[in-house]
């Protein structure tokens, strides 16, 4: 990874969601703006916020796709991130883990 790049690999696949109450929402349904999870794989060297095995908020409308040895990537910049939940984090003084 180069500069401030981040890859990341996507919690869940895209596609149709199950609802917390068990509805099934297919791929095809209009939602809202929505930001998604995904975990942390390779940073570049001047990435400062997160690092491998990081759980980053995202927005899926500002990414590029990679395919790495037959698996799917996100390949974005460090400022497009919205949020970090790492266990690294949780630790100190009246922590959530979840840096904003």
């Known amino acids: 990874m180069l500069h401030d790049r981040v890859l990341v690999r996507t919690d869940v696949p895209e596609g149709e969601r199950r609802s917390s109450g068990g ?4 791929a095809t349904a209009a939602v809202g703006r929505r930001l998604a999870w995904a975990e942390v794989v390779a ?3 001047n990435v400062r916020t997160v690092e491998p095995g990081d759980r980053v ?3 899926p409308e500002e990414r590029a796709e990679v395919e790495v040895r037959g698996v799917a990537y996100l390949l974005m910049r460090e400022r497009d991130l919205h949020a970090v939940a790492a266990e690294r984090l949780a630790g100190s003084e009246d922590s959530t883990g979840l840096y904003l």
């Open 57 to 59: 908020l995202y927005d």
């Open 43 to 45: 940073v570049g060297q």
């Open 23 to 26: 509805i099934v929402i297919p």
